[in-house]
């Protein structure tokens, strides 16, 4: 995602938006100022239009904007199921969404100003705070990524139409009884791994089909006009497909055939073919190696 880009189209909805470091939540900037004046072009173009990896914060509040924080996944179902009973608040069940580290970022417009309320596992954002926008990596190397880019962000009348009376509290204790319950007698599930997946979405592949694809497919295979050039030793280095790049950010191991960049856009490890397939398609990594593995291996 291109942040430069992202930050200027909040800006052009009269909404602020602050530098933050790459993999932080911690502002670059003194950022209290953008509460109550707008940033200048010239500011996204000094932050932002640069190739190096960059977060952003969004200021809530401006126009009304409020952002109701689910810190996981059950608290956003939980707060949907009574959502959708409600003649008011079945409205926004659909608002704009983007997913986060551990759970989702509602957007919505209040009518009313508000200040924030409520704490984990439920917060709402309004005046005074701000989140990572979208595109904005979190300390994890998770990427705040939107649901639906193209959804609408819809008003309501105050943030008392958002809940019941008393709801996110409720939710606040629930959870706290969850964190302090004794455990379950009863086995957990075992986690599906990529693996277990691609062996459940169709004819088994070989069991070691992943070490195959790795040795049949090559970084070259999949980046052949990357204008690769030695960098010593078993490296060479090149422009890297994942962002505009005009200092041969990317590099490529020819013996242990690993990919990176040092822009950022692998993380914090490289990645190999497999890795690479995924990212380059926008696919998950099971669905890559069952893909690959019909194209090299069946």
């Given at each position: ?123 709402v954002k309004a005046s005074g705070r701000y989140v990572l926008g979208p595109g904005s990596t979190h300390p ?106 005009a200092h041969e950010s990317a590099w490529f191991d020819a013996k242990h055939n690993l990919f990176g960049c ?30 690959l593995g019909k194209q090299l291996l069946q």
């Amino acid at each position: 995602m291109d942040i430069y880009k992202t930050a200027s189209e909040w800006l052009a909805k009269g909404i602020a938006v602050f530098p933050v470091p790459w993999r932080s939540k911690t502002p670059r900037v003194a950022w209290a100022q953008y509460q109550v004046r707008l940033p200048e072009p010239d500011d996204l173009r000094r932050w932002f239009a640069r190739p190096t990896p960059i977060n952003y914060g969004i200021v809530t509040g401006w126009k009304g904007l409020a952002v109701i924080d689910f810190d996981s996944f059950d608290a956003f179902w939980c707060w949907r199921d009574w959502a959708l009973t409600d003649k008011i608040a079945c409205r926004l069940v659909d608002n704009y969404q983007v997913v986060t580290s551990r759970g989702l970022h509602l957007y919505i417009y209040l009518d009313q100003p508000a200040k924030s309320i409520g704490r984990p596992p439920i917060e709402v954002k309004a005046s005074g705070r701000y989140v990572l926008g979208p595109g904005s990596t979190h300390p994890s190397g998770w990427i705040y990524t939107p649901v639906d880019p193209g959804a609408e962000i819809l008003r309501t009348p105050s943030v008392e139409s958002l809940q019941p009376e008393g709801f996110f509290e409720e939710v606040q204790v629930r959870a706290q009884q969850a964190a302090v319950a004794p455990a379950r007698p009863i086995q957990s599930p075992k986690p599906v791994s990529p693996w277990d997946q691609v062996e459940l979405a169709g004819p088994p592949l070989p069991k070691d089909a992943v070490r195959q694809i790795k040795s049949k497919l090559g970084i070259l295979d999949l980046l052949p006009n990357q204008g690769w050039k030695p960098s010593g030793g078993y490296f060479m280095t090149g422009l890297c497909p994942f962002h505009p790049d005009a200092h041969e950010s990317a590099w490529f191991d020819a013996k242990h055939n690993l990919f990176g960049c040092h822009a950022g856009c692998t993380g914090s490890r490289p990645w190999d073919p497999i890795n690479l397939y995924a990212a380059m398609n926008g696919i998950s990594l099971s669905d890559a190696i069952r893909e690959l593995g019909k194209q090299l291996l069946q």
